[in-house]
T-cell receptor, first 113, second 117 residues
Framework: GQNIDQPTEMTATEGAIVQINCTYQ??????LFWYQQHAGEAPTFLSY????GLEEKGRFSSFLSRSKGYSYLLLKELQMKDSASYLCAVSPGGLNSGYALNFGKGTSLLVTP | EAGVAQSPRYKIIEKRQSVAFWCNPI?????LYWYQQILGQGPKLLIQFQNNGVVDDSQLPKDRFSAERLKGVDSTLKIQPAKLEDSAVYLC???????????????FGPGTRLTVL
């Protein structure tokens, strides 16, 4: 089975840095994804990690530790538009599972002036 | 490149009624997913198609939910009869086997928000 945990809500100030944590327990692992979802909109892809370490993409970075079942999403230089829900998702298997994703409940981030 | 299209965007029905949602994936995407997202939760996979075949429908409540992708392109998801707990956003996503990437990115449509009264 799959168990993916992330904080429900976080608040941060514009211009600051925020780290959103995700822990997971899975029966299989083919990578961890982070998606951003603004209210009333579709999730959009942010990052993917399958090997341990840090992946950096502009203001966003994502880290993975497979041995600890742990990932985080780091957002730097926060902007008001970063207020959204951030979804941690695990792909449990490869081709035979069709790359389906198991999502956590999401972390609602509020960026304040 | 056009994104994943879904219709309708909103639907309000009474319990025990029937409802159908439509999805047209990105052109060329062989894999199509239907997710259910209840308010305050992450999306939950209902069914996954590879072309016109079902890969995974283990979480689909088959007594009331059905889905098809007859020609391997667009897809419909039906609920009959609807229950109050079916109120949710139904998201459709599509993907293509990774080309030049080590991962399979899913592209989501805007979703259909269903309210069951």
């Amino acid at each position: 089975g799959q168990n993916i945990d992330q904080p429900t809500e976080m608040t941060a100030t514009e211009g600051a840095i925020v780290q959103i944590n995700c822990t997971y327990q899975t029966s299989g692992f083919n990578g961890l994804f982070w998606y951003q979802q603004h209210a009333g909109e579709a999730p959009t892809f942010l990052s993917y990690n399958v090997l341990d370490g840090l992946e950096e993409k502009g203001r966003f970075s994502s880290f993975l530790s497979r041995s600890k079942g742990y990932s985080y999403l780091l957002l730097k230089e926060l902007q008001m538009k970063d207020s959204a829900s951030y979804l941690c998702a695990v792909s449990p298997g490869g081709l035979n599972s069709g790359y389906a994703l198991n999502f956590g409940k999401g972390t609602s981030l509020l960026v304040t002036p | 490149e056009a994104g994943v299209a879904q219709s309708p965007r909103y639907k309000i029905i009474e319990k025990r009624q029937s409802v159908a949602f439509w999805c047209n994936p990105i052109s060329g995407h062989a894999t199509l997913y239907w997710y259910q997202q209840i308010l305050g939760q992450g999306p939950k996979l209902l069914i996954q198609f590879q072309n016109n075949g079902v890969v995974d429908d283990s979480q689909l409540p088959k007594d009331r939910f059905s889905a098809e992708r007859l020609k391997g392109v667009d897809s419909t998801l039906k609920i009959q009869p609807a229950k109050l707990e079916d109120s949710a956003v139904y998201l459709c996503a599509s993907s293509f086997p990774p080309r030049g990437k080590s991962y399979n990115e899913q592209f989501f449509g805007p979703g259909t928000r269903l309210t069951v009264l």
